[in-house]
């Protein structure tokens, strides 16, 4: 069990595609993205976002609330969105420090494979809904900067990376 550094804008492999897993035995590395997520303080945290170009990501919605509920979707697929959009500021732990209004669906329904191969499907709405979409993006190469205005995301952005250096 370990605690990985995570990449931060503008990693260039933030904006890359990631590959499907396929069978694989990733309880090791599964394990460590808990770590690293419970660590962070965050509610989910995909695959590139340590480095590893796969489709996997984990989360835990209300381990905030004192209650865990991790859930790992390994090459997951959005099968239905709920077409109401709902906006609401979002952080990453991959732009650390930066809030971000994000408009995305309210609901959606994904399938997914679990760390032991099975085949999921589920509906999520709320907040395990938004965190699975921000997570969904990473596997697409997209950050939440992606997701808004060009003028509000220079507004953003600019400083951002004028603190980064």
């Given amino acids: 069990m370990s605690i990985l550094p995570i990449l931060t804008w503008p990693d260039p492999r933030l904006s890359q595609q990631c590959e499907h897993v396929g069978h694989a035995d990733l309880r090791p590395l599964i394990s460590d993205m808990f770590d690293t997520l419970y660590a962070a303080k965050g509610r989910g945290l995909a695959a590139p976002q340590i480095g590893v170009m796969k489709r996997l990501f984990v989360m835990d919605v209300t381990w905030k609330?004192?209650?865990?509920?991790?859930?790992?979707?390994?090459?997951p697929v959005v099968m239905a969105c709920e077409r109401v959009p709902v906006t609401m500021e979002e952080m990453c732990l991959s732009?650390?420090?930066?809030?971000?209004?994000?408009?995305?669906?309210?609901?959606?329904?994904?399938?997914?494979t679990d760390e032991t191969g099975d085949i999921h499907m589920g509906d999520f709405d709320g907040a395990e809904a938004r965190v699975i979409q921000h997570e969904f993006d990473h596997l697409n190469g997209m950050v939440h900067f992606d997701r808004i205005d060009p003028a509000l995301r220079t507004k953003l952005e600019d400083p951002y990376l004028e603190a980064r250096g």
Avoid at 65 to 75: A, T
Avoid at 95 to 105: L, N, W, Y
Wanted: charged content about 20%; cysteine-free.
């Fill in 65 to 75: 609330e004192g209650e865990h509920n991790p859930l790992v979707m390994i090459d």
């Fill in 95 to 112: 732009v650390p420090g930066v809030t971000v209004p994000v408009e995305r669906h309210k609901a959606v329904t994904i399938q997914w």
